[in-house]
């Protein structure tokens, strides 16, 4: 059933093309773990040991403050649809900001987004998968332009202000270095 690789096959690279949702964990070595659904455009493999993701405008910014003190973090993918499989990709990761040349390199991979807060690179030393037998099957309908919607309202200086109130600091009071102080 499951299997562990040092890379990303091509199969499994189609499979991640292939879907609408992913999920980050992350945690520092004390406080709490965190685990975020990740949905738009935002995945990129760079090559079978190297993704990018482009992190956006949330409530919080858990995985930035967890990468600043441990930058282990753990990507899954689940097969809602057709043979069933759950995909995990585990690394080391880093951030990037606006104010960092490899976000303004990656940035052109993706599609325009008002709300882009940093691009996360990781670097994948293990790929596992499992059978995903009791993943349910779900329909995609279609993206939600909610987010994009909003941060194009607000602009680049309220996001800003945004950052300032809500993304300087995670849940456990780790800092997030998004405003670069």
Known sequence: MGKKL???TADLQEFIK????????TAASEGSVNVSPKG???????NKNKIVWLNL???????AAHLLKNNRMTIM?????????????????KIFHKRDQEFAEYVQQFPENTGARQIIEMQVDLVQTSCGFAVPFMDYKEERTTLNDWSKK???GKIKEYW??????????FETNILGD
Do not use: H, M
């Open 164 to 173: 300032k109130t809500k993304n300087t600091k995670s849940i456990d009071g």
């Open 57 to 63: 405008t949330g409530s919080g910014n858990e995985t």
């Open 40 to 46: 738009t455009d935002s995945f990129r493999i760079i």
């Open 77 to 93: 993918f689940c097969a809602f649809k057709g043979k069933p499989i759950i995909l995990r990709l585990y690394g080391a990761a």
């Open 154 to 156: 607000q602009g680049e």
């Open 18 to 25: 292939e879907q609408k949702i992913f999920f980050v964990g």
């Open 6 to 8: 040092d890379a990303i």
